[in-house]
């Protein structure tokens, strides 16, 4: 294998405030390693199991879930 | 059978994305023109259009016209935040006639260019990434109808002080029924037994007045020496029980203002506090409005059971209560000593800081003492520690009055348990928000003014009363309420009434049916969380718009 390992990430972020958090960081023009995928909710507690899971067995390497 | 890549049925679905240059803030950092060439490929898609800017005019109509023309069935976007512009998107995909539930935004501007300026191709990647997986969400959505409840255009004040009445006079001026409930034989509240105003008025004259004016508008009704036991429902239909002296009264109102005020405190052995000789500056009041003061020599002191380990607050209104004393007192008997012992002075306000060097000027004088080394009063004497000059000075008195600060009325606690909304740790009614929603409760259709939330002057109170009528008759005056079909609902079949979801939901929104055995969900009070969905043990409870399908439908897309 070649190359830097780039972990694929998917994050669960709530709509109120993590989600709200990084459209500030575009507003603020940061910058962050674009493997990750942002996926909206409206709360963290609708996140049960199955869905962190689920994003492992479709490839991701890490799961976060923020709110 | 058209199928997508992960084998999913599309039949019947036509997708259109728009994708948005958003002038250089999108176009300027990843190439739009090939997210879009990439979106007409992906399964169910009809129709894409790079617009410069969705959001403006033009792209609005071109959504529109595309969904007439196109006979769309679901519309993406990809441009900035979902948080500021769903709404537009959404609302404008209604009036082209699509269901508005079944449109879905795509971040590529807030979470895409801005983030990774500079990497045109790695941008244009993520931003694909992206569109994909908001077209593989928008294909699992489901129509939804928006939740719409009727408004009963009456409110419940609790309270009759400055404050309620105030609130009271401002609702029923707008055409709006009034039930006012207090607790004692009249209404007035603590101004009741004020002696006068800093304007000089008399305060129990003042709210009298008001008291009688409100009681006289048409469309109020005010009982007194009753209290309210009983709240439930929700904004624009609550349901409430009075006990009044001539039984139980029911019946139902839109909206509930709290204005219980509060109560200052009268702390038996505090300063050698005795209700003679040592007295509250409630007292005071009261003596001189009936003309029973009787002294020479007069010392305040401020603070008194108030910035202390029990109760750190500040309660605001007593030094100027204080100095509007003192000054009552000297011009009345210029010959009077009087001294105030304070820890702070807070005059806050222009008007009430010049009031402060009036009554310097007056000869009224201040000492400043140390919190650790409190005046000492007794036998007719009042000794403390200066704390800049660090002498002991002594006082000879004839009445030493304790400036205490209002504490919360024991009460307010039932009260606050009746709506289930919160109070601070001094038991004071907890606002939404100190400067955002200081008159709201995080509950709707539930306010809050007045004493009853922290103390205030009787201006303050009446201010605070028109601004929750304002924030009132914004909500009554709707012919009905909207909110949101994003809410959860409990499958009625498959719910075996483990009341799991009972417990998690923060709003109280889910209630166990008796009759039927299961869960229901009550949609007015849900807002959306899916705390509910996420503990259903069975998979009963789904959040509408984040059912898991369409959740999964985005995490295979990824």
């Keep these: 294998m070649s190359g830097e390992f780039t972990p694929k990430i998917v994050m669960f972020a709530c709509n109120w405030c993590a989600y709200s958090a990084a459209d500030l960081a575009g507003v603020s023009r940061f910058q962050y390693p674009p493997n990750l ?23 991701a390497d890490g799961v976060l879930v923020a709110g | 059978m058209k199928q997508n890549k992960t084998g999913e049925n599309t039949e019947g679905l036509r997708v259109g994305v728009f994708i948005c240059d958003c002038g250089s803030n999108i176009a300027g950092h990843l190439d739009c023109a090939e997210v ?7 399964p169910g898609v009809v129709f894409t259009k ?91 959505l489901e129509p939804q109808k928006d939740i719409e409840s009727s408004v009963i255009r009456k409110i419940l004040v609790i309270g009759g002080g400055i404050a309620g009445l105030s609130a009271a ?50 469309g109020v009704t005010v009982h007194t020496a009753s209290r309210v036991i009983e709240i439930s429902g929700y904004i ?22 709290v204005a219980c005020g509060a109560v200052p405190l009268v702390e038996e052995g505090l300063f050698g506090y005795n209700g003679k000789d040592v007295i509250t500056q409630m007292e005071l009041e009261q003596r001189l409005a009936s003309g029973s ?4 020599r007069v010392v305040m002191i401020q603070c008194a059971g108030a910035r202390n380990a029990t109760r750190e607050y500040c309660s605001r209104i007593c030094c100027a209560t204080a100095v509007k004393n003192a000054m009552i007192i000297k011009r009345k008997y210029p010959l009077a000593e009087v001294h105030v012992l304070y820890r702070d002075m807070q005059m806050y306000g222009d008007e009430k800081e010049q009031m402060l060097w009036d009554a310097r000027g007056m000869g009224i004088k201040f000492h400043v003492f140390d919190q650790k080394k409190p005046p000492r009063v007794g036998d007719g ?68 003014c007045g004493s009853a939330r922290y103390p205030v002057t009787s201006v303050e109170a009446r201010t605070q009363g028109l601004g929750v009528a304002s ?56 807002k959306g969380c899916g705390n509910c969905a996420s503990t259903c043990p069975s998979h009963s409870a789904v959040l509408r718009g984040y059912k898991p399908e369409q959740l999964l439908a985005q995490i295979r897309a990824i």
């Design chain 2, 50 to 140: 790079e617009n410069l800017y969705t959001c403006s005019e033009a792209g609005i109509s071109e959504i529109q016209n595309a969904i007439r023309e196109n006979n769309l069935n679901r519309v993406v976007v990809a441009s900035c935040s979902p948080r500021t512009h769903h709404p537009l998107f959404a609302s404008s995909c209604a009036q082209a006639g699509m269901n508005p539930y079944l449109f879905e935004m795509v971040n590529i501007r807030d979470q895409c260019s801005w983030v990774h300026m500079g990497q045109r191709d790695i941008a244009t990647a993520k931003a694909k990434d992206l569109v994909r997986m908001g077209v593989a969400k928008s294909t699992a």
């Design chain 1, 37 to 59: 995928r942002i996926i909206r909710v409206m709360c963290t507690g609708r996140i049960n199991p199955n869905f962190i899971l689920q994003g492992f067995e479709n490839g």
């Design chain 2, 381 to 448: 004497k009042v000794t403390f520690q200066h704390a800049v000059l660090g002498e002991t000075k002594e006082f000879t008195v004839d009445l030493t009055v304790l400036s205490t600060p209002l504490v919360a009325r024991p009460e307010s606690s039932q009260v606050a348990a009746l709506m289930r909304v919160p109070c601070d740790k001094n038991g004071f009614f907890l606002e939404a928000h100190a400067k955002l929603r200081p008159l709201d409760f995080a509950a709707d259709g539930i306010f809050v």
């Design chain 2, 36 to 42: 879009t060439k990439y979106a007409a490929d992906l």
């Design chain 2, 471 to 526: 924030r009132i008759g914004a909500i009554l005056f709707k012919e009905k309420l909207v909110k949101s079909g994003i809410v959860a609902e409990i499958d009625q079949e498959t719910c075996v009434g483990c009341m799991g979801c009972l417990n998690v939901c923060p709003y109280e929104a889910i209630i166990f049916n008796r009759e039927t055995g299961v869960c229901e969900v009550k949609e007015i009070l849900c």
């Design chain 2, 293 to 296: 003061f009787k002294a020479a």
């Design chain 2, 169 to 218: 006079e401002a609702l029923a001026g707008m055409g709006l029924e009034v039930l006012l409930v207090e607790k004692e034989e009249r209404c007035g509240g603590l101004m009741l037994g004020l002696n006068v105003l800093e304007t000089g008025k008399s305060a129990a004259g003042q709210v009298s007045d008001l008291a009688a004016t409100v009681a006289a508008t048409s």
């Design chain 2, 236 to 257: 624009g239909n609550f349901r409430v029980v009075i006990e009044t002296p001539a039984g139980k009264v029911e019946d139902t109102v839109g909206c509930i203002v």
